[in-house]
């Protein structure tokens, strides 16, 4: 796995939009909706200093999903990623910010896995497929049993602006439900 891993080539095609999965070392910690506020806080600051679109996003207790629209002639998503996970572990109690050597040396946070899956969405249909993945995900992992019942997501966002009915999700595709397992 490590070899697939070290040769693992990423795309940066600029203006394009890109899926993520985005994890916690210790996955049994639930840091991401024990520091919600602090998540929210550092997603805001990201946007704000490196403009994208949140296509959609779900917060899970030990990782998250998002979808992000690229600027035109942007293809750092990277740095994005990178700078979300530095400014969440910086607004974190310092128990959580003690890192082994090898991390500090890196400049990676300790709570974070070092690396991210990154997938360029290819048109449409991927799109979709994605967003209903993301929505539904809180559900196939057991924390709710209606997508509507996920509070941190921008899902209600997608309903306030007429993309979703408030009780979407109900029924999943089985090719939705295995795109990724995590």
Do not use: C
């Not at 946007?47 to 992000?68: C, N, Q, R």
């Not at 991210?116 to 995900?137: A, G, K, S, T």
């Not at 999700?169 to 995590?182: K, Q, T």
């Amino acid at each position: 796995m490590d070899d697939i891993m070290s040769n693992y080539r990423r795309d940066f095609s600029p203006g394009a939009t890109y899926f993520f999965t985005v994890v916690i070392n210790q996955r049994s910690d639930g840091l991401l909706i024990k520091y919600i506020n602090e998540f929210k806080q550092a997603y805001q600051d990201v946007v704000s200093y490196y403009p994208f679109e949140t296509i959609a996003l779900t917060v899970l207790p030990d990782h998250f999903h998002l979808i992000m629209q690229l600027p035109e002639n942007d293809s750092d998503y990277s740095k994005r990623i990178s700078s979300l996970k530095y400014n969440f572990s910086s607004l974190l109690p310092t128990y959580y910010r003690n890192m082994n050597l090898s991390r500090q040396f890196k400049r990676e946070a300790g709570i974070w896995q070092r690396r991210f899956w990154e997938h360029l969405i290819r048109d449409d249909r991927d799109l979709d497929n994605h967003i209903d993945y993301v929505y539904y995900n809180p559900v196939k992992h057991g924390y709710v049993s209606q997508v509507m019942d996920w509070k941190y997501s921008t899902f209600h966002r997608d309903v306030k602006n007429g993309i979703f009915e408030l009780d979407w999700g109900s029924y999943i595709s089985e090719s939705v439900r295995n795109l990724y397992l995590d």
